[in-house]
């Protein structure tokens, strides 16, 4: 459905600062869920995504890749 009289207007953190959450804890915690549930995936068709990309393209379009690389190889889970 769609309906051309609704706007939404996001103001950054504001629902983290409002509710008192730590955000990078917050961050960690959902790219370790977000890891569970596509990690093995996304690693799996890695070359295949970034096939002819430069690091930049690769940077601005799969940061998750990078999180997901240490989160397999360390165990540790980062922001991005």
Not at 21 to 29: E, I, R, T
Not at 64 to 80: N, R, S
């Amino acid at each position: 459905m769609k309906a051309a009289s609704v706007y939404v207007h996001h103001f950054e953190h504001s629902s983290i600062n409002a509710n008192k959450l730590d955000y990078k804890a917050k961050m960690v915690a959902n790219n370790i869920k977000l890891y569970e549930i596509w990690g093995d995936k996304i690693l799996f068709k890695e070359k295949e995504l970034l096939q002819g990309m430069t690091s930049y393209e690769v940077k601005r379009r799969y940061p998750f890749i990078f999180v997901f690389k240490k989160i397999k190889l360390d165990g540790i889970a980062e922001t991005f």
